[in-house]
């Protein structure tokens, strides 16, 4: 029988794990409600955030507040670029070629990363000194703190900016539409622009807050963007904050599991409840039944 | 064994509705359409009709209702069975398979008039080719009749916006189907070209086939349909033959409310 | 009247090709590299028929191919079955994998099928690493009897090319039957609009679970016979890249074309062969062919070969009209 402790502890550590595969799917989820892309390269824009903090800091010795703060920003760029070289050029192609390119892209990263950055593992320091804090017989690593506060900052942020501000509200009207959108004057193309800068935006972020606790690597981006895309399905494609919701809840699962089943297949986890989903809850546990479209 | 219902009730529904969450899209649609015959279906933007075409086609599920083709229980089956039953349809935003040529459009249009299965296509058996060579045939004479047949071998997507949706038509007819619904087909023509398909509706009626159709062309409908129905915010609101439906002060209104 | 001699000729030029291909070859190496382009080529084909034909997308493909090598090793090593039992079982438990993770991803329309396949792909990339007692973990499972029909073993590699090869043919006549059949144009009206194909009463969930199941089975294939021919299985080889590695010769050779899937195999086989120097960047590579086939050649090198061809018959043509012209003056 395990102790409440232990599960606690699970608990505590696959939460904050799962706050980056959260954020990865509310990646995903914004490029798909707004250019109808799912984008398999999501999970290198995890990928880079912590790789690009980790080197920013040791080969350019920049600070920490700041080497972090600057990945994120380097990756939303890349993001942008991404867009505007790749997928732009192409638009109005089938959703395969779209999947397709996407795919090469995530290789192309990837490939690029470990060219430049070789194959070994990376650790980033804390945010913040000081030793686990004891939480009713768990130990609460002050990361996991950084980790909880800045994904809820960054949720409740992109929450403001789709409710409350013009150009978020625009974006949501091209995903139920985006025909009738640009007949309104909404620039889409921007639009989809913006959707790749946010979405590489979140990812770096649940990068560089997680790359203190797992290590990164230059292919670590696979896992997180497919574990990213499973928190999409338990939360809903369609629904942002689901997604998010889903991401933490897959991570307790995996924690669970690693913990109370085994830990050789804790990555199977995720996957084993995607396809469970898929075939018995398809629109998520947040969404509504899903109407059939022409 | 389904009794033969009465010509006028030869393709009709009742009682059909469809919600949108808390919005109606149709409440309480019926029709009748009489065997052979052609029956279009008007009304102002939003009114229901690609939603009664969607929901007679099994692309949605009603919430009620019922439709039947020529005794045939309809309501309730996924496309591809409605299409099994005899009903057929074309897009108001064309839907070619443009990774085909013209032809190869109008041979998978009569899918379901070739009988031959796995075995006989994986080991060519003569049935494979006996069946081919008559769906062949079918497909030129349906180009044929739309007049597309010079251009059987084009890829389908080089040809220009008028003549896809006579292809559109032609893949249609190759289903030999016993109703064909048609979703705008006039949309996007210019002066001469909606004449010419007027005519070919016409031929289409001719060939025993039960034509229902959704347009916004007011004098292409009134001049070549057997019956309007007209419908306004998912209702019927009049149902009669042109000259019926044109006098009918409740329709003036539902018109001059939209003011296009 | 014409084409069709010239397609019989074909035919016929592809058999006299693959027998006569190893007495012109330099030395048995490339015997070797040429079982494994066959081994793609079964591949590559099968997946084309699901991505190239029904425009769906599997990323975990290396997972059938791997499923089936292992089952069928396990089985002749583990329990000594015969080895023609073993392969039955192992294409019957890919394809029978291949059903159950159809049914759910294309239920829906959409990507479904490229995720679930992808993540499927790491689940057996996982068990075949952890199941160690079973499947021998990451160093591998060793001691694969040789392919054997009826007592005859087909031991030397020159046999093995040309059993493996007569696969490659048999799978890809049948693959050309099927394309040029109600069910290939059902697929491919699949590829581009499923809602027009299924108002024309085409079973669309139940067409794509057939070629879904029907690619595994011939990546099924591929495994076996790779399971028998190297005699040695290990994770390695059923990865995620191996998955890319296919999606990339499918791309590469042409979209919706056979004829395409054996070039692009053949090519990605041969390419490291010729380029050593893209051994540690591979993967770079099939990101940079993706992409840029994707945006640039959506036909792949078959559209690109037949526009070749095409222009210097043309070419051919003026030139023997000019002679023409020139001598009837």
Same mark, same amino acid.
């Given at each position: 029988?395990?102790?409440?402790?232990?599960?606690?502890?699970?608990?505590?550590?696959?939460?904050?794990?799962?706050?980056?595969?959260?954020?990865?799917?509310?990646?995903?989820?914004?490029?798909?409600?707004?250019?109808?892309?799912?984008?398999?390269?999501?999970?290198?824009?995890? $990928?880079?955030?912590? $790789?690009?903090?980790?080197?920013?800091?040791?080969?350019?010795?920049?600070?920490?507040?700041?080497?972090?703060?600057?990945?994120?920003?380097?990756?939303?760029?890349?993001?942008?670029?991404?867009?505007?070289?790749?997928?732009?050029?192409?638009?109005?192609?089938?959703?395969?070629?779209?999947?397709?390119?996407?795919?090469?892209?995530?290789?192309?990263?990837?490939?690029?990363?470990?060219?430049?950055?070789?194959?070994?593992?990376?650790?980033?320091?804390?945010?913040?000194?000081?030793?686990?804090?004891?939480?009713?017989?768990?130990?609460?690593?002050?990361?996991?703190? &950084?980790?909880?506060?800045?994904?809820?900052?960054?949720?409740?942020? $992109?929450?403001?900016?789709?409710?409350?501000?013009?150009?978020?509200?625009?974006?949501?009207?091209?995903?139920?539409?985006?025909?009738?959108?640009?007949?309104?004057?909404?620039?889409?193309?921007?639009?989809?622009?913006?959707?790749?800068?946010?979405?590489?935006?979140?990812?770096?972020?649940?990068?560089?807050?997680?790359?203190?606790?797992?290590?990164?690597?230059?292919?670590?981006?696979?896992?997180?963007?497919?574990?990213?895309?499973?928190?999409?399905?338990?939360?809903?494609?369609?629904?942002?904050?689901?997604?998010?919701?889903?991401?933490?809840?897959?991570?307790?699962?995996?924690?669970?599991?690693?913990?109370?089943?085994?830990?050789?297949?804790?990555?199977?986890?995720?996957?084993?409840?995607?396809?469970?989903?898929?075939? &018995?809850?398809?629109?998520?546990?947040?969404?509504?039944?899903?109407?059939?479209?022409? | 064994?389904? #009794?033969?219902?009465?010509?006028?009730?030869?393709?009709?529904?009742?009682?059909?509705?469809?919600?949108?969450?808390?919005?109606?899209?149709?409440?309480?649609?019926?029709?009748?359409?009489?065997?052979?015959?052609?029956?279009?279906?008007?009304?102002?933007?939003?009114?229901?009709?690609?939603?009664?075409?969607?929901?007679?086609?099994?692309?949605?599920?009603?919430? #009620?209702? @019922?439709?039947?083709?020529?005794?045939?229980?309809?309501?309730?089956?996924?496309?591809?069975?409605?299409?099994?039953?005899?009903?057929?349809?074309?897009?108001?935003?064309?839907?070619?398979?443009?990774?085909?040529?013209?032809?190869?459009?109008?041979?998978?249009?009569?899918?379901?008039?070739?009988?031959?299965?796995?075995? @006989?296509?994986?080991?060519?058996?003569?049935?494979?080719?006996?069946?081919?060579?008559?769906?062949?045939?079918?497909?030129?004479?349906?180009?044929?009749?739309?007049?597309?047949? #010079?251009?059987?071998?084009?890829?389908?997507?080089?040809?220009?916006?008028?003549?896809?949706?006579?292809?559109?038509?032609?893949?249609?007819?190759?289903?030999?189907?016993?109703?064909?619904?048609?979703?705008?087909?006039?949309?996007?023509?210019?002066?001469?070209?909606?004449?010419?398909?007027? #005519?070919?509706?016409?031929?289409?009626? @001719?060939?025993?086939?039960?034509?229902?159709?959704?347009?916004?062309?007011?004098?292409?409908?009134?001049?070549?349909?057997?019956?309007?129905?007209?419908?306004?915010?998912?209702?019927?609101?009049?149902?009669?033959?042109?000259?019926?439906?044109?006098?009918?002060?409740?329709?003036?209104?539902?018109?001059?409310?939209?003011?296009? | 009247?014409?084409?069709?001699?010239?397609?019989?000729?074909?035919?016929?030029?592809?058999?006299?090709?693959?027998?006569?291909? +190893?007495?012109?070859? +330099?030395?048995?190496?490339?015997?070797?590299?040429?079982?494994?382009?066959?081994?793609?080529? !079964?591949?590559?084909?099968?997946?084309?028929?699901?991505?190239?034909?029904?425009? *769906?997308?599997?990323?975990?493909?290396?997972?059938?191919? =791997?499923?089936?090598?292992?089952?069928?090793?396990?089985?002749?090593?583990?329990? *000594?079955?015969?080895?023609?039992?073993? !392969?039955?079982?192992?294409?019957?438990?890919?394809?029978?994998?291949?059903?159950?993770?159809?049914?759910?991803?294309?239920?829906?329309?959409?990507?479904?099928?490229?995720?679930?396949?992808?993540?499927?792909?790491?689940?057996?990339?996982?068990?075949?690493?952890?199941?160690?007692?079973?499947?021998?973990?990451?160093?591998?499972?060793?001691?694969?009897?040789?392919?054997?029909?009826?007592?005859?073993?087909?031991?030397?590699?020159?046999?093995?090319?040309?059993?493996?090869?007569?696969?490659?043919?048999?799978?890809?006549?049948?693959?050309?039957?099927?394309?040029?059949?109600?069910?290939?144009?059902?697929?491919?009206? !699949?590829?581009?609009?499923?809602?027009?194909?299924?108002?024309?009463?085409?079973?669309? *969930?139940?067409?794509? !679970?057939?070629?879904?199941?029907?690619?595994?089975?011939?990546?099924?294939?591929?495994?076996?016979?790779?399971?028998?021919?190297?005699?040695?299985?290990?994770?390695?080889?059923?990865?995620?890249?191996?998955?890319?590695?296919?999606?990339?010769?499918?791309?590469?050779?042409?979209?919706?074309?056979?004829? =395409?899937?054996?070039?692009?195999?053949?090519?990605?086989?041969?390419?490291?062969?010729?380029?050593?120097?893209?051994?540690?960047?591979?993967?770079?590579?099939?990101?940079?062919?993706?992409?840029?086939?994707?945006?640039?050649? +959506?036909?792949?090198?078959?559209?690109?070969?037949?526009?070749?061809?095409?222009?210097?018959?043309?070419?051919?043509?003026?030139?023997?009209?000019?002679?023409?012209?020139?001598?009837? *003056?």
């Amino acid at each position: 029988m395990p102790t409440a402790s232990a599960l606690l502890q699970y608990v505590i550590s696959g939460a904050t794990v799962g706050s980056t595969y959260g954020l990865a799917a509310l990646g995903f989820t914004v490029i798909y409600n707004t250019a109808g892309i799912i984008n398999f390269a999501q999970g290198e824009f995890v $990928m880079l955030g912590g $790789m690009l903090a980790v080197f920013a800091l040791r080969w350019g010795g920049v600070p920490l507040p700041l080497a972090v703060p600057l990945a994120v920003l380097a990756v939303t760029v890349v993001g942008i670029m991404v867009n505007r070289v790749t997928i732009r050029p192409v638009r109005g192609r089938s959703p395969l070629t779209l999947i397709i390119i996407t795919i090469g892209v995530s290789i192309l990263l990837r490939g690029g990363a470990m060219l430049i950055f070789g194959k070994d593992t990376f650790a980033l320091p804390a945010f913040s000194g000081g030793g686990p804090i004891q939480v009713g017989g768990a130990a609460l690593l002050p990361q996991s703190l &950084w980790v909880f506060g800045i994904t809820l900052l960054t949720v409740l942020g $992109m929450k403001f900016f789709f409710e409350h501000t013009l150009t978020g509200k625009a974006m949501l009207a091209c995903s139920s539409d985006r025909k009738a959108a640009s007949l309104m004057g909404i620039h889409v193309d921007f639009m989809v622009t913006l959707s790749f800068a946010f979405s590489a935006f979140v990812g770096a972020v649940g990068g560089v807050i997680l790359a203190p606790i797992t290590l990164t690597a230059y292919d670590a981006g696979i896992l997180l963007g497919l574990k990213g895309f499973a928190a999409c399905i338990l939360g809903g494609l369609g629904n942002p904050f689901g997604a998010v919701i889903g991401g933490i809840l897959l991570g307790i699962l995996e924690s669970l599991g690693a913990g109370f089943i085994s830990s050789g297949y804790k990555d199977a986890v995720a996957f084993i409840i995607m396809l469970g989903l898929l075939f &018995w809850r398809p629109s998520g546990l947040f969404g509504g039944s899903q109407a059939e479209r022409v | 064994m389904s #009794e033969r219902p009465h010509e006028d009730m030869y393709f009709h529904g009742s009682g059909i509705s469809l919600r949108f969450g808390g919005v109606a899209a149709l409440s309480e649609v019926g029709f009748q359409v009489r065997r052979n015959s052609l029956q279009a279906i008007i009304g102002p933007n939003g009114a229901g009709k690609t939603s009664l075409f969607n929901v007679i086609t099994g692309f949605y599920r009603m919430d #009620e209702g @019922d439709v039947r083709l020529d005794g045939d229980l309809i309501s309730g089956l996924p496309p591809h069975l409605v299409a099994r039953h005899g009903i057929v349809r074309t897009f108001q935003n064309l839907e070619i398979f443009t990774n085909m040529t013209v032809i190869e459009n109008v041979l998978t249009g009569g899918h379901l008039r070739v009988g031959y299965g796995p075995l @006989d296509f994986f080991f060519r058996t003569p049935r494979f080719f006996r069946e081919e060579r008559k769906l062949r045939e079918l497909a030129k004479e349906c180009l044929d009749f739309v007049g597309l047949f #010079e251009r059987r071998d084009l890829p389908a997507g080089q040809l220009p916006f008028g003549s896809q949706r006579l292809l559109e038509i032609a893949r249609a007819l190759a289903a030999e189907p016993k109703a064909l619904l048609l979703d705008e087909p006039a949309a996007g023509l210019n002066m001469k070209e909606t004449a010419a398909l007027g #005519e070919l509706i016409r031929r289409i009626i @001719d060939r025993g086939i039960t034509v229902v159709m959704v347009e916004h062309d007011m004098n292409l409908v009134m001049r070549i349909s057997d019956r309007i129905m007209v419908l306004n915010s998912g209702r019927v609101i009049a149902d009669g033959t042109p000259a019926e439906v044109r006098e009918n002060p409740t329709v003036i209104a539902a018109y001059l409310g939209e003011e296009e | 009247m014409k084409s069709q001699v010239l397609r019989n000729n074909a035919w016929l030029l592809a058999f006299a090709a693959v027998a006569a291909l +190893p007495l012109v070859l +330099p030395n048995d190496y490339y015997l070797t590299v040429l079982i494994v382009g066959g081994l793609y080529t !079964i591949l590559s084909i099968g997946l084309n028929l699901l991505m190239g034909y029904a425009g *769906q997308a599997s990323l975990g493909h290396a997972a059938f191919y =791997g499923l089936s090598a292992y089952t069928t090793g396990i089985l002749a090593v583990t329990y *000594q079955w015969p080895v023609w039992a073993g !392969i039955l079982a192992g294409l019957a438990l890919s394809s029978l994998v291949s059903y159950l993770i159809a049914v759910p991803t294309l239920k829906l329309r959409g990507n479904y099928l490229a995720m679930g396949t992808l993540g499927f792909g790491v689940i057996v990339f996982i068990v075949l690493n952890e199941a160690t007692s079973v499947t021998g973990g990451p160093s591998g499972f060793t001691g694969i009897p040789k392919l054997s029909i009826g007592g005859k073993e087909f031991s030397s590699d020159l046999e093995y090319y040309y059993v493996v090869w007569a696969a490659v043919l048999l799978l890809f006549a049948l693959s050309r039957n099927l394309v040029r059949s109600r069910m290939g144009r059902a697929l491919r009206a !699949i590829h581009t609009s499923e809602t027009a194909a299924s108002a024309l009463g085409v079973d669309t *969930q139940r067409y794509k !679970i057939f070629v879904f199941v029907l690619s595994a089975f011939y990546a099924a294939v591929a495994g076996v016979l790779y399971a028998h021919y190297v005699t040695f299985v290990s994770p390695g080889t059923f990865g995620f890249p191996t998955s890319i590695l296919l999606v990339t010769m499918v791309v590469l050779g042409g979209m919706a074309s056979l004829w =395409g899937a054996v070039l692009g195999a053949l090519f990605l086989t041969l390419l490291p062969e010729w380029l050593r120097a893209i051994e540690h960047f591979d993967i770079l590579v099939y990101g940079a062919i993706l992409v840029l086939c994707m945006m640039f050649l +959506p036909g792949g090198l078959a559209e690109g070969a037949q526009k070749a061809w095409d222009a210097s018959l043309s070419l051919f043509r003026k030139k023997g009209a000019a002679a023409e012209e020139g001598g009837g *003056q």
